[in-house]
C-alpha cells in the first residue's frame, strides 16, 4: 500500500509502485484535510467576487468573457468536453496510471481548489483498474488540454476507457462496473484537471524506465562486441576514468571491465588479425559515449523527481490568492526528453559501427561476413543493413521536438512545449535502439562461435542465453525470427546482462 499524506510524497518510487507494480493507493487524512482548506479558501475568494480563469470566465482567447452562475452550472464538464478532439493510438496503460497520480499530486497540494471528493474518486479509479484512453499524438497546444481531457472527461462518465485487452468501452459503463456514478464536477475542477503538466511527468518517467533499461543493454552489447572482436583492452582501464576526472565514466568503466576483464582466450583455430595497440575508435570510445548516455538519463530523473512534486496548476489558489503562471510549460522534461533520444542514437550508431567491424576479417580475423563458408553463404551482411535502416530513421528523431513553436487560440497561445511529441519521438527511437542492438548481439554470438572460443568470463551468462535464442548461422536461412526474439527480450528486459 502507497499512502500519500500530501504532493511531496509523490516519489518516483511511489508512482513505479502503483503506476507498474500495481501497488494499491491510499490517502492519509491529512492530505485530504488540506485539500479541503484549499477548497474553503477558493470558495472564499468566489463569494468575494474574484475573478477566476475558467471558474467564472472562458478560457484561452475567451478568458475575457465573463459567465453568469447559469453558464457557470456545466461549465467545468464542458471544459474537458470541447477539447477532447485526439484519438488512437493510446498510450500504455501503466503511462495513464501514472498520469492519474501524477495528476493526483497537484490535486494533494491544496493550492488546485479542488474538493477532497474528487481526490477520493481518483483513488478509487487508480485501484480498481480505470485506464482512460488517452491519445499519444496531436498535442499542439499550450499545457496539455487535449490528452488531459480525454483522460478526465471520463471521471463524469463520458469518453473513452481501456479493457485490460486494450479495446475501448465507453466510460459511463465502465464507471457502472466498478459500482460507481459519473462524477459531478464542482467550481474549478474541471481546470483543476486540465492544468498543469502532469502528462510531460508520467511520460518523460515512463521513457526513463525504458531508457536506463537500454542504457544497461547498450553496455552489455559494447561489451560483447569488444570481446568478439578480441579488442585490446586498455582503453578500459581504470586510469582512463581517473585521467578524466569522471566519475559516471569511472563506473561504465568498472562495469566493462567486469565483464571482459577476465578474457579467456585471446584467440582460437579460427584465427584473428593482430588488431595491434588499438582497435577502431567505436570499440575505444564506447565508454564515453556511454557515460554521457548515464548523465543524460541521470539529469532527466533529477527533473522528473522535481516535476512530480512540483505544483504547476494554473491558477493557483495561494495565500489567499489566485496566482496565473507559466508551470504548465513542461520544457524542462520536453528537452531532457530529447536529449535522451540524441544519447541513445549516439550509442546505436557506435554499435552499428562495431557490427559493421565484426563482419570485417581485416579487423575480427574471422571469416568476412561472418559466414561459415564465404560465397556460398552469406552470413550476417545483411543483419546489419537492417541496423543501418534502423539507425537512418532514429537519427531523423533527434531533431528536438521541443524546439519551433506555433500560435493557437487565436494567438493567446503562442508557445508549447510539445512533451508529448518528444516523448512519442523518444519512445520510437527506443524502439530502433533495441534492433540495432539486437543486431549486434546477432554478431557476437556468430563470432563466438566461429572463434570457437568461450567469451569472458562475465559474459558467460549473456552469451549463454544468446546460445539458447539464437542458432549459429551454419548456412543461410531468414534471420528476421531471430532479430524478433531478441527484440522481443530485449523490451522484457530478460536477458541476463554483466
Not at 552489447?221 to 570481446?227: C, E, F, P, V, Y
Not at 572482436?229 to 559516471?248: C, N, Q, S
Not at 561476413?369 to 552470413?379: A, H, M, R, Y
Request: glycine letters at 12%; a negative charge.
Amino acid at each position: 500500500m502507497i499512502t500519500l499524506a500530501g504532493h511531496r510524497d509523490l516519489t518516483r518510487e511511489a508512482v513505479e509502485a502503483v503506476a507498474w507494480g500495481g501497488e494499491p493507493l491510499a490517502l492519509a487524512p491529512v492530505a485530504l484535510e488540506r485539500v479541503a482548506h484549499g477548497q474553503a479558501e477558493l470558495a472564499g475568494l468566489l463569494a468575494g467576487g474574484a475573478r477566476v480563469y475558467g471558474v467564472n470566465t472562458g478560457m484561452g482567447w475567451l478568458a475575457s468573457v465573463e459567465l453568469d452562475p447559469a453558464a457557470q452550472e456545466g461549465h467545468q464538464r464542458n471544459l474537458l468536453l470541447g477539447r477532447a478532439v485526439g484519438g488512437p493510438p493510446w498510450l500504455e496503460a501503466a503511462e495513464v496510471r501514472a498520469l492519474l497520480m501524477a495528476r493526483l499530486g497537484n490535486l494533494l497540494s491544496g493550492h488546485a481548489g479542488v474538493g477532497p471528493e474528487l481526490c477520493r474518486f481518483l483513488v478509487d479509479r487508480v485501484n480498481d483498474g480505470f485506464v482512460p484512453a488517452v491519445p499519444r499524438g496531436g498535442a499542439g497546444c499550450a499545457g496539455e488540454v487535449i490528452p488531459l481531457a480525454h483522460a478526465f472527461l471520463t471521471l463524469t462518465g463520458a469518453g473513452l476507457v481501456l479493457r485490460p485487452d486494450g479495446s475501448a468501452q465507453e466510460a459511463e459503463a465502465a464507471l457502472a462496473e466498478r459500482g460507481a456514478l459519473p462524477y459531478r464536477l464542482k467550481a474549478k475542477e474541471g481546470i483543476a484537471l486540465l492544468a498543469g503538466s502532469p502528462l510531460a511527468t508520467a511520460l518523460a518517467l515512463a521513457r526513463l524506465r525504458s531508457a536506463e533499461r537500454l542504457a544497461a543493454q547498450l553496455l552489455a552489447s559494447a561489451a560483447a562486441a569488444i570481446d568478439a572482436l578480441a579488442a585490446p583492452l586498455d582503453p578500459y582501464d581504470e586510469a582512463v576514468g581517473r585521467l578524466a576526472g569522471d566519475p559516471l565514466l569511472e563506473g561504465v568503466l568498472a562495469d566493462l571491465r567486469g565483464a571482459v576483464g577476465d578474457r579467456q582466450a585471446e584467440a582460437g583455430p579460427a584465427g584473428r588479425r593482430a588488431l595491434g595497440p588499438q582497435a577502431p575508435v567505436s570499440f575505444r570510445v564506447a565508454p564515453q559515449v556511454l557515460a554521457q548516455l548515464r548523465r543524460t538519463l541521470g539529469r532527466l530523473d533529477e527533473d522528473v523527481r522535481r516535476a512530480l512534486v512540483a505544483v504547476t496548476d494554473s491558477p493557483a489558489v495561494v495565500g489567499g490568492r489566485v496566482v496565473a503562471g507559466g508551470g504548465f510549460h513542461a520544457v524542462g522534461l520536453a528537452a531532457g526528453m530529447d536529449a535522451a533520444a540524441l544519447s541513445l542514437v549516439q550509442a546505436a550508431e557506435l554499435a552499428g559501427q562495431r557490427l559493421h567491424r565484426l563482419l570485417d576479417s581485416r579487423f575480427s580475423g574471422l571469416p568476412d561476413q561472418l559466414s561459415p563458408d564465404p560465397g556460398p553463404v552469406t552470413g550476417l551482411v545483411v543483419v546489419h543493413k537492417r541496423a543501418v535502416g534502423a539507425l537512418h530513421e532514429a537519427r531523423r528523431l533527434t531533431v528536438p521536438a521541443s524546439a519551433g513553436q506555433a500560435d493557437t487560440s487565436l494567438g493567446q497561445e503562442d508557445a508549447a512545449s510539445f512533451a508529448p511529441e518528444a516523448a512519442e519521438q523518444l519512445r520510437r527511437v527506443e524502439q530502433l535502439t533495441r534492433e540495432v542492438v539486437a543486431c549486434e548481439l546477432l554478431a557476437a554470438r556468430q563470432a563466438w562461435w566461429l572463434r570457437r572460443t568461450s567469451p569472458a568470463g562475465g559474459l558467460g551468462p549473456l552469451a549463454a542465453c544468446l546460445q539458447e535464442l539464437v542458432a549459429p548461422v551454419e548456412r543461410d536461412r531468414s534471420l528476421g525470427p531471430d532479430l524478433a526474439r531478441l527484440v522481443e527480450v530485449l523490451e522484457r528486459d530478460e536477458l541476463p546482462l554483466p
